[in-house]
């Protein structure tokens, strides 16, 4: 059973807020990942990072940042939200790099 | 470079009808490959793995047989069941080279009762 969690689920935040959405997990994976999802379900790899004080930029440009002080929380944040951050944020870990990734349930970001 | 192509959706069935969702892709080396499923409101699931040619991974019901000859890893399953509506991700991975992780865009299933 794969343990990983995001908080908050939903969020609904007016525009130039700072917001933090939590990623925890507890099987002591050192890859993690997070990817944004578009309501046509494509995913977007944003961030990474490969251990402690390891993270790097994904695919798709982001605004957001990342940082990785545990190996059990990988927290991104966006300094100053905007409408066009509304999306799905997933995260996701992996014991190795070509091995299964585990995600976590999501958080919905609707900025207004 | 490394690319995954899964077929459009979305697809609907009826219950207990044939379920085929095809992937293709294209890789350097000898990747491993994946099907996720996506319930709503929910983050991907490993669905199942193959990390070798003519590796057969199955888990459900489902299964997808890893195909070099023709770079395919097709999804198939015999009868499919209301709850298995629900978006499926064909993904690959390797680590030859520079690290590639990819997912194809997703098929969207919905199966009537």
């Known amino acids: 059973e794969a343990d990983i969690y995001q908080t908050p689920r939903y969020l609904v935040i007016g525009t130039g807020k700072k917001i933090t959405l939590e990623c925890s997990q507890t099987m002591g994976h050192d890859k993690m990942y997070w990817y944004q999802q578009d309501p046509g379900m494509e995913l977007h790899l944003i961030h990474y990072?490969?251990?402690?004080?390891?993270?790097e930029k994904g695919d798709l440009s982001s605004e957001s940042t990342v940082s990785r002080i545990r190996t059990e929380h990988f927290p991104l944040t966006l300094e100053s939200a905007r409408p066009s951050h509304t999306s799905q944020y997933l995260c996701a870990s992996s014991p190795g790099l070509i091995y299964e990734q585990y995600f976590g349930p999501g958080t919905r970001l609707t900025v207004t | 470079g490394d690319s995954v192509t899964q077929m459009e959706g979305p697809v609907t069935l009826s219950e207990e009808a044939f379920l085929t969702i095809n992937c293709t892709y294209t890789?350097?080396?000898?990747?491993?490959l994946f099907w996720y499923v996506q319930y709503p409101g929910e983050g991907l699931q490993l669905l199942l793995k193959?990390?070798?040619?003519?590796d057969k991974g199955s888990n459900k019901g489902f299964e997808a047989t890893y195909r070099k000859e023709t770079t395919s890893f097709h999804l198939e399953k015999g009868s499919v069941q209301v709850s298995d509506s629900a978006v499926y991700f064909c993904a690959l991975s390797r680590a030859s080279g520079t690290y590639k992780y990819i997912f194809g865009t997703g098929t969207r299933l919905k199966v009537l009762a």
């Open positions: 990072s490969y251990g402690v004080n390891s993270t």
């Open positions: 890789a350097t080396g000898y990747p491993s």
């Open positions: 193959a990390t070798k040619a003519d």
